[in-house]
């Protein structure tokens, strides 16, 4: 694996998600790190090598008891098992403040630009077994890498698209969508004989020439 050294521009990456960590979660300070010693405590990752890009990641922040990893080369951050949702439980709105519907949540938040062009699949830097890619809150379109034993990762800019979409009230709108595709899958609906498509052109016709008179009377 490549592994690129540490420049100026990855330092100053480095120091721009302490400072975005920072500013999500301001209360509390980020702990002077104490130098050339390893960071690795009873859990986290810091010492391991970042999956996005090989390079050793390092304790960026400690926050509500939370550990950052993160990587300076490619400004990735790891967080152990339950981390995030540590992170991020303060973050939705009062009750009938956020997104009503999938079409208001996108509305207010866009879907984040696809990163398709970089599908692989990363290992966890504990174990090592080929991480899962999740769809953060079923709809976000945040894809996470997940270790289901140890944490995910999250590429940069991918802890502040989470909180937009929590935000928003993106995670009550992706648990209604998850509970309604769980309730088409245990209630199939009843098969249906198949029109004919002689009488599916017909219907067709007709609704569009209701439309059509509808239109012309009360359009
Ligand atoms: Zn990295
Ligand atoms: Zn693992």
């Given amino acids: 694996m490549r592994r690129p050294r540490p420049t100026e521009e990855s330092r100053a990456r480095a120091a721009r998600i302490t400072q975005s960590l920072a500013d999500l ?5 980020v702990p002077a790190r104490s130098a050339g010693r390893r960071t690795t405590g009873p859990s986290g990752a810091a010492g391991s090598d970042c999956p996005g890009c090989g390079e050793p990641l390092h304790r960026a922040a400690v926050r509500h008891g939370v550990e950052l990893d993160a990587c300076g080369a490619c400004g990735g951050i790891w967080l152990d098992a339950g981390e995030l949702e ?6 939705d709105p009062a009750p009938g403040r956020g997104a009503a519907d999938e079409a208001e949540l996108r509305g207010r938040v866009p879907r984040p630009a696809s990163r ?3 599908v692989r699949y ?15 809150g079923t709809i976000s379109g945040v ?4 270790c289901r034993r140890h944490g995910l990762f999250l590429d940069a800019g991918e802890l502040e698209e989470v909180e937009a979409f929590l935000r928003a009230g993106g995670r009550a709108v992706g648990e209604a969508s998850r ?10 609906p009843p098969p249906e004989p198949l029109p004919s498509t002689r009488e599916v052109r017909h219907e067709r016709a007709s609704s569009t020439a209701l439309d059509v008179l509808w239109n012309l009377f009360f359009g």
């Fill in 25 to 29: 979660l301001p209360d509390e300070p």
């Fill in 179 to 188: 509970a309604r595709a769980a309730a088409r899958q245990q209630m199939p």
């Fill in 116 to 118: 398709e062009s970089d």
């Fill in 86 to 91: 540590s992170l991020t439980s303060g973050l």
């Fill in 143 to 146: 894809i996470v890498d997940e």
């Fill in 122 to 136: 990363r290992e966890c830097p504990r174990c090592r077994d080929v991480m899962n890619r999740r769809n953060f």
